[in-house]
T-cell receptor
Framework: DSGVTQTPKHLITATGQRVTLRCSPR?????VYWYQQSLDQGLQFLIQ???????AKGNILERFSAQQFPDLHSELNLSSLELGDSALYFC?????????????FGPGTRLTVT | DAKTTQPNSMESNEEEPVHLPCNHS???????IHWYRQLPSQGPEYVIH?????VNNRMASLAIAEDRKSSTLILHRATLRDAAVYYC???WGGGFKTIFGAGTRLFVKA
C-alpha cells in the first residue's frame, strides 16, 4: 500500500460526458501528479501540482483539467469524453516537487467510455 | 529527444542477479534517473533513483555510467515477485520529463 488513494476504482460513462477523478496523496506529501496509461500510448505524464499550484504540464488535453485543494487532495476533470479517453488514470505523490523525490503511485482509476 | 531506450524483455532465473540496462544518451546535467516497476493490475512502484553516483537500497542497486548516458538497474537475487515491467525515466523539475517508454518486461523462471 503506497498510501495514495484514488476514487473511484472503476468508472463507466458515455461519450460526451464529464467525470471527476479524485486523489488523496500520502500524508505529508505536497506534490501530486496525474498520469494516463492506455494500451497503445503507455504511461503518459499529464500534470503536476505542488502545494496547490500547477508545477508542470505534460500531454494534457484541453478537455482535461486538474486542481489541488488546500488539504492537498487533487481532482482530475475530464470533459467531452471520447472513446479514446478510456484508460487507467494514476495519481502519484511526492514529498517535494523536484526530480530528486521518489513518487508513490495510487492504485488507479479505470475509465471506460462507451 | 527525452526518450530512454530499454530492451523490450529480459529473462532471469530465480535467485540469480539481473542487470536491466537503460540508454539515456541525451540526458542533461540536472536530470535524475529514476526506476519504477509495475506489476500486473497495479500502479507503478518506486525502485531507486540517482544523479551521478551509484546508489543502493533494500530493493536494488543503480549503476550510472560516468558520462551518464546509460544506467543499469541491478536486482541482486531475482525472485518470482520481481517479475514486472521496469521503467527507466529521466526526471527533472516537475513530473517526468520523458514519456514513459514501453519498459522492460522481466520474466523470472523458477
Amino acid at each position: 500500500d503506497s498510501g495514495v488513494t484514488q476514487t473511484p476504482k472503476h468508472l463507466i460513462t458515455a461519450t460526451g460526458q464529464r467525470v471527476t477523478l479524485r486523489c488523496s496523496p500520502r500524508s505529508g506529501d505536497l506534490s501530486v501528479y496525474w498520469y494516463q496509461q492506455s494500451l497503445d500510448q503507455g504511461l503518459q505524464f499529464l500534470i503536476q501540482y505542488y502545494n496547490g499550484e500547477e508545477r508542470a504540464k505534460g500531454n494534457i488535453l484541453e478537455r482535461f483539467s486538474a486542481q489541488q485543494f488546500p488539504d492537498l487532495h487533487s481532482e482530475l476533470n475530464l470533459s467531452s469524453l471520447e472513446l479514446g479517453d478510456s484508460a487507467l488514470y494514476f495519481c502519484a505523490s511526492s514529498a517535494g516537487g523536484e526530480g530528486n523525490y521518489e513518487q508513490y503511485f495510487g492504485p488507479g482509476t479505470r475509465l471506460t467510455v462507451t | 529527444d527525452a526518450k530512454t531506450t530499454q530492451p523490450n524483455s529480459m529473462e532471469s532465473n530465480e535467485e540469480e542477479p539481473v542487470h536491466l540496462p537503460c540508454n539515456h544518451s541525451t540526458i542533461s546535467g540536472t536530470d535524475y534517473i529514476h526506476w519504477y516497476r509495475q506489476l500486473p493490475s497495479q500502479g507503478p512502484e518506486y525502485v531507486i533513483h540517482g544523479l551521478t553516483s551509484n546508489v543502493n537500497n533494500r530493493m536494488a542497486s543503480l549503476a550510472i555510467a560516468e558520462d551518464r548516458k546509460s544506467s543499469t538497474l541491478i536486482l541482486h537475487r531475482a525472485t518470482l515477485r520481481d517479475a514486472a515491467v521496469y521503467y527507466c525515466i529521466r526526471c527533472w523539475g516537475g513530473g517526468f520529463k520523458t514519456i514513459f517508454g514501453a519498459g522492460t518486461r522481466l520474466f523470472v523462471k523458477a
